[in-house]
């Protein structure tokens, strides 16, 4: 996991079995801070207050109806690009 602010948005990254995904940085739970959270078994794992949701859908694992922002990805060479508009 990652964090990074681009423009005044939080963005958190991880790498999941090799692909590289983006979501908005801020937990629907209560802002925790998702890019210093941890991934487990293709979950990204709040580090405040372990809510749970899945790389692959973005959503809370007991209530998909809540779900994470995602970011478009493209890899250039070594760089990760994250589009936020
Ligand atoms: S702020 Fe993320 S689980 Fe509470």
């Not at 948005?9 to 908005?24: D, P, S, Y």
């Not at 940085?25 to 487990?40: D, T």
């Not at 493209?74 to 589009?83: N, T």
Request: aromatic share 8%.
């Amino acid at each position: 996991m990652l964090q990074r602010e681009v423009a005044g948005t939080t963005i958190a990254v991880c790498n999941e079995k090799g692909t590289i995904h983006a979501f908005l940085g801020m937990c629907p739970h209560r802002n925790g801070p998702l890019g210093q959270g941890n991934l487990v078994e293709g979950c990204i794992v709040c580090p405040w207050h372990a809510w749970e949701f899945s790389v692959e859908k973005g959503e809370l694992d007991y209530n998909p109806g809540i779900k994470l922002q995602r970011y478009k990805v493209v890899i250039q060479g070594e760089d990760v690009l994250v589009e936020i508009a």
